[in-house]
């Protein structure tokens, strides 16, 4: 898991195309090369890459989607259309072929036909325009909601509430919802897929909306109520971890969604091999769905993470898949709250988006709704930036993140974990607020970063990291406490808070953290908290401590945890809550205690910091100063001195640093805006000069240092490993090359 868009969901290595097959990609030897005709033959096959045993998504570097309406057919215009994406220098288009409407004259029963369509073959036409223009077609189909005629004809195929009636849709309420464990999917969906294989050379299937990462809602239709029947019992009304057979319908959900995934992936690949099914895993970092176990049946994941609204900030875009072709969709039009389907969201926000997607590892996918629009305004911001792309293009092409410090993704404690005061809405007040308040130290202290999924936490995964920051990982499997007392024998660092390790994977409390020994921490009680007006004392002098001239007292965590400490000194100590009004009661009655708000300590060559509050939550909700000071500092001591990677001038910045295929890529985007935490950006605020220092492999030489927007060669200067240089500034988004 690379940091970014699950996700930022992750901080994983992405696929890395084989050089060789660059190579031919950019000489003009086109592993991509199509049939020229406009009217494909049925079945026809599409030349595949020969070269190499790459799939061509997995060098797929920029990524298209115009989704169309029932009633585009009437007036879409296919050639202007392949224009268009031919100008982006996409790589795929992805292009409404059915599900709900088919866009193309279907034989299939209970398919319904748009009723626009006449004689045209939208879905044909399209396909053939961008195939005409050496751009691969996906067909973009949706699983989700069918008409009432099929609801009559095939009663089976659909969700029921509790009283048995089916699920209309809520804006569009002559649409049903259909249901994953029925024939819709093992039978219907696969008919209509092998017609579209049949007839169009299609080079793979992407439904929308399913499966999505949200929690899995409960259906009552007879298909789900066996199921719950041979999982022993009846749909419970929570989806809640603390009951056994939600967990156990939890673990069935995530089994079916991977057999239909599998199904599909099967289904598009009978008549092309090189072809691929790819679902619709929306969401941001916060995200129910077990990405990990997804993440063994997608050969292209998709992170459906459009914009943001309300209060999730602008570095939300994340990926957390390891060793998967990453794609992060960016809706051009103005995906907020409220929400406006057909004018474009602001060119700042919309270009920083994709440059996120980009600097984090993954393809860009930019995504218009609507096939005749009246806003053509974001046309040319995806032009420009993707034109940009291509024309910079080996510098994308990442081998590995270079960043030392690894945050660990807590996928269960997302999904599951929630305190009395802190159930979802999410963003704030949810489950991600812990990954949140460290997400905004790190970017404050300039920390570059990879996301590391609880699933794939092992001795491999950490080596490379001088140290892992756990945000209150709270339900961690026995399997993966070890890994991290394994990664700590072995000489890692350690920043962890809260309840971390406190439960099992599936919620069952343990009567000590799983990682006591690891903190020199032990419970000593149940939580306490929420508190406001609550302290922590500075026993001791600390390295971690060193800013806090001045003071006695530190804000105190919003909840802690009450512990004991195994044989460290006391440096930090935890002042109970008191009063905060009326201003005459507002002293504490106990003012010194020897209970640790924090335990610092050094074990081998290890240096670990335990919070027993939730510091980062605390530090999200309330912006505080101090509790971002004292999380960066204790970041920079688990973590050591002489970063491989430093920036140093003015604003708040995300730093991605990628070893490439000609040498290194630091990428910096520019998050210094009043609509950073709250979007949505409409206009950039261009940061002065930053001090860059860069180490790179041992004996390697720097020739260049360039800027690519705009291009500009750099001075620098290489002493040993390092290579330092002023870069000028940042508008939006920069990326250095050094090759
Ligand atoms: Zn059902």
């Known amino acids: 898991m690379d940091r970014r868009s699950f996700l930022r969901l992750t901080t994983a290595s992405v696929v890395t195309p084989t050089a060789e097959f660059l190579h031919k990609l950019h000489t003009g030897e086109d592993p991509h090369r199509l049939n020229d005709s406009p009217h494909f033959a049925d079945g026809l096959a599409l030349p595949q890459n020969s070269a190499s045993s790459s799939p061509w998504y997995a060098v797929m570097r920029r990524c298209g989607q115009i989704n169309y309406n029932e009633r585009d057919p009437l007036t879409i215009d296919a050639e202007a259309w392949g224009d268009y994406w031919a100008s982006l220098k996409v790589d795929a288009v992805l292009l409404n072929g059915g599900g709900i409407v088919a866009f193309y004259p279907t034989q299939v029963p209970f398919h319904h036909r748009s009723q626009f369509l006449g004689t045209r073959d939208l879905f044909g036409e399209m396909v053939a325009a961008v195939k005409r223009r050496r751009i691969r077609a996906v067909a973009r189909m949706d699983c989700n909601l069918a008409y009432e005629d099929t609801l009559k004809a095939h009663p089976e195929w659909f969700e029921r509430s509790q009283d048995g009636s089916p699920r209309p849709h809520s804006e569009s309420p002559w649409l049903f919802a259909t249901c994953m464990f029925s024939t819709y999917f093992s039978e219907q969906m696969p008919a209509i897929y092998r017609e579209i294989s049949q007839h169009y050379p299609v080079d793979g299937f992407f439904t929308n909306g399913w499966p999505s990462t949200g929690a899995p809602h409960i259906c009552y239709c007879e ?72 993440s063994q049946v997608a050969a292209w994941f998709n992170a459906d993470h459009q914009g943001r609204s309300g209060e999730t900030p602008i ?53 218009w709704l609507g096939g005749s629009p009246e806003d053509n305004r974001w046309r040319e911001v995806g032009r420009s930036f993707f034109n940009w792309l291509a024309a910079n293009e080996p510098n994308f092409r990442n081998r590995r993140s270079v960043a030392e410090l690894a945050v660990l ?57 001088r140290a892992l920051l756990v945000p209150n990982a709270a339900y961690l499997s026995d399997g993966q406490c070890e890994a991290i007392r394994q990664y700590v024998n072995s000489g890692g660092s350690l920043l962890a808070t809260f309840e971390t390790s406190r439960y099992t994977e599936w919620g069952e409390p343990r009567p000590d953290f799983q990682l006591a020994g690891v903190f020199g921490a032990h419970v000593a009680g149940e939580v306490i908290g929420p508190r406001g007006n609550s302290y922590a004392r500075i026993e001791a002098p600390h390295p971690i401590l060193e800013g806090f001239n001045g003071t006695a007292l530190l804000p105190g965590a919003e909840n802690r945890v009450p512990v004991r400490e195994d044989f460290v000194p006391l440096v930090l100590s935890v002042v109970s809550n008191y009063p905060a009004f009326p201003p005459e009661m507002v002293y504490s009655r106990a003012p010194r205690t020897t209970e640790p708000a924090a335990i610092f300590r050094e074990t081998g060559k290890s240096r670990i910091a335990y919070f027993a509050g939730d510091v980062d939550r605390t530090c999200w909700r309330s912006g505080n100063a101090d509790l971002s ?4 500092s204790a970041v920079n001591w688990v973590r050591g001195p002489d970063p491989a ?36 950006i409409r206009r950039a605020y261009p940061l002065g000069p930053q001090q860059v220092r860069f180490r790179i492999a041992s004996g390697r030489v720097i020739k260049n240092v360039r800027a690519l927007r705009p291009p500009a060669s750099l001075k620098f200067q290489q002493q040993a490993d390092f290579v330092s240089f002023e870069l000028p500034g940042i508008a939006d988004y920069e990326v250095i090359a050094l090759t």
């Not at 898949?321 to 960016?330: D, L």
């Not at 990677?645 to 210094?672: D, K, Q, R």
């Open 645 to 680: 990677i430093s920036v140093s001038g003015p604003g708040l910045i995300e730093t991605f640093a990628w070893e490439t295929e000609p040498g290194y890529a630091l990428h910096l985007l520019n998050y210094t805006n009043p609509n950073a935490t709250h979007g949505a």
């Open 409 to 465: 993704y807590p996928q269960r404690t997302v999904a599951f974990y929630s305190r009395p005061e802190s159930r979802r809405p999410r963003h704030r007040g949810g489950p991600t607020d812990y990954l949140q308040g460290l997400y905004y130290a790190l970017l404050e202290g300039r920390f570059l970063f990879d996301f590391v999924h609880e699933g794939n936490l092992d001795a491999a995964a950490l080596q490379k990291y």
């Open 315 to 367: 570095w939300d875009c994340q990926s957390v898949m390891q060793g998967r072709t990453i794609t992060n969709v960016t809706g051009a039009y103005s995906n907020a709250q409220p929400n406006w389907r057909h004018v474009s969201k602001a060119r700042a926000e919309m270009t920083l988006w994709l440059a996120q997607t980009t600097a984090s590892g993954m393809v860009p996918w930019f995504h």
């Open 223 to 294: 298909n789900c109520r066996r199921l719950f029947e041979k999982l022993g019992g009846v749909p419970p009304a929570e989806t809640d971890a603390s009951n056994p057979l939600y967990r156990k319908y939890y673990q069935a959900h995530v089994d079916r969604v991977m057999e239909i995934w599998r199904l599909w992936d099967s289904v598009a690949r009978e008549r092309n091999p090189q072809s691929v099914y790819v679902g619709n895993l929306g969401g941001g970092l916060d995200t129910v769905k077990d990405l990990k176990q997804i």
């Open 629 to 632: 000071q004292l999380l960066q």
